[in-house]
């Protein structure tokens, strides 16, 4: 069965950057779009940017100009390089696709991981 494996997360200090990773293994014939959601306390999850199999990006308005999405097909894999941290970015970040696979097309999560951003 397919599923998704992130990686990357942990504490940083409002400024600084990190590097988040979302592996996507199984049998998978086709991977339409990944992306990165998170979930703050108490608030609801949210998109925060995506890409489709091809180049095209989406941003929440809050990360524009500080994150960016990547992948490569290669390794369906999904990056996401967060720069000029800050304490609202603070969240467990979920790594998104929507995959077909040999179970049928579907749309799967990740466990999360953690970013923390201190003031």
């Known amino acids: 069965q397919a599923q998704l494996v992130e990686s990357g997360g942990g504490l940083v200090q409002a400024g600084g950057s990190l590097r988040l990773s979302c592996a996507a293994s199984?049998?998978?014939?086709?991977?339409?779009?990944m992306g990165w959601y998170r979930q703050a306390p108490g608030k609801q999850r949210e998109l925060v940017a995506n890409?489709?199999?091809?180049?095209?990006?989406n941003y929440a308005d809050s990360v524009k100009g500080r994150f960016t999405i990547s992948r490569d097909n290669a390794k369906n894999t999904v990056y996401l390089e967060m720069n000029s941290l800050k304490p609202e970015d603070t969240a467990v970040y979920y790594c998104?696709?929507?995959?077909?696979?040999?179970?049928?097309?579907?749309?799967?999560w990740g466990k999360g991981t953690l970013v923390t951003v201190s003031s």
């Open positions: 199984g049998s998978i014939f086709n991977i339409v779009a």
């Open positions: 998104n696709a929507d995959l077909s696979t040999a179970e049928g097309t579907g749309d799967y």
């Open positions: 890409i489709t199999s091809g180049t095209n990006t």
